[in-house]
């Protein structure tokens, strides 16, 4: 059965978007530290894939990776899928009620109905317009990364959507080292969607792989804001190393039972 690694790609999408990079803001970690990866915590990762050969040096199994993009700063990934909706129900039953009392109150208590009207509107939130372009967010309120609703206005710290893997490719995929596409899934966690690939293990090397990227950026388009679409990419490696399989255990190779250590 084919080995699963896991990359988690770390984006501090905050300075990503005032950079216009990934360079620097980027931090890659894997499940591989202690059987060779290099590079953890940084954007200079490399990947450590260990071959795995029966001794008469034919294939035993291909490996997969998977790749999971998480949001530095924000709310965290933890949180049931559904949540930023929840919220947004939330707040608008708290500011139905709020409205009901300020409607119900009698008028000689009604003099300060531009401090209600303006709670009313903290209560309620910003609501981000969808648009076509971007695969990532749909309608939903802005919320800080304590997760909750704010009148956003255009300065207050917020919450950004994850980052979204939008394309794997370059030199490990044109030479057919690794094999990537997207996939579907109920996991809570990746929000239905994540990255996979098969690696061709009999092919000791080291390969570059390029990752495109798509962050996402609140922007005021006629009088509504809208999360904007940011492309960008980052490079990553993976390095394919040769050794027969062998008994976890043990540490010998495989064989009948019992097996004598090596």
Same mark, same amino acid.
Request: glycine share 6%.
């Given at each position: 059965m084919p080995q699963q690694l896991a990359i988690i790609v770390l984006v501090d999408v905050g300075n990503a978007l005032e950079m216009k990079t990934l360079e620097g803001n980027t931090y890659l970690f894997d499940n591989m530290k202690l059987h060779g990866s290099e590079g953890q915590g940084t954007g200079e990762l490399v990947t450590a894939i260990h071959g795995s050969y029966w001794r008469d040096g034919s294939q035993a199994s291909e490996q997969v990776l998977n790749w999971l993009p998480y949001s530095l700063g924000s709310i965290p990934p933890t949180v049931p899928r559904g949540y930023e909706a929840e919220?947004?129900? !939330?707040?608008? &039953? !708290?500011?139905?009620?709020?409205?009901?009392?300020?409607?119900? *109150?009698?008028?000689? $208590?009604?003099?300060?109905?531009?401090?209600?009207?303006? $709670?009313?509107? $903290?209560?309620?939130?910003?609501?981000? *317009?969808?648009? &076509? &372009?971007?695969?990532?967010?749909?309608? !939903? *309120?802005?919320?800080?990364?304590t997760g909750h609703v704010i009148s956003y206005d255009g300065a207050a710290a917020h919450s950004y959507p994850p980052p979204v893997i939008t394309d794997i490719y370059g030199e490990a995929v044109d030479k057919k080292i690794m094999y990537p596409a997207e996939y579907g899934s109920p996991d809570m966690v990746t929000d239905g969607w994540y990255w996979s690939a098969t690696v061709d293990s009999t092919r000791p090397g080291t390969y570059t792989y390029t990752m495109a990227i798509q962050l996402h950026r609140l922007l005021l388009q006629g009088g509504d804001w809208t999360w904007e679409p940011v492309d960008l990419t980052c490079d990553s490696k993976i390095r394919i190393m040769s050794e027969p399989k062998r008994n976890a255990f043990t540490k010998s190779g495989l064989g009948l039972l019992p097996i004598p250590p090596a």
């Open positions: 919220r947004a129900r !939330q707040t608008d &039953r !708290q500011a139905l009620a709020e409205l009901e009392a300020m409607v119900n *109150k009698p008028a000689n $208590q009604g003099a300060d109905a531009a401090a209600q009207i303006s $709670q009313l509107q $903290q209560t309620l939130g910003t609501r981000v *317009k969808s648009t &076509r &372009r971007t695969r990532g967010p749909a309608t !939903q *309120k802005i919320l800080d990364v």
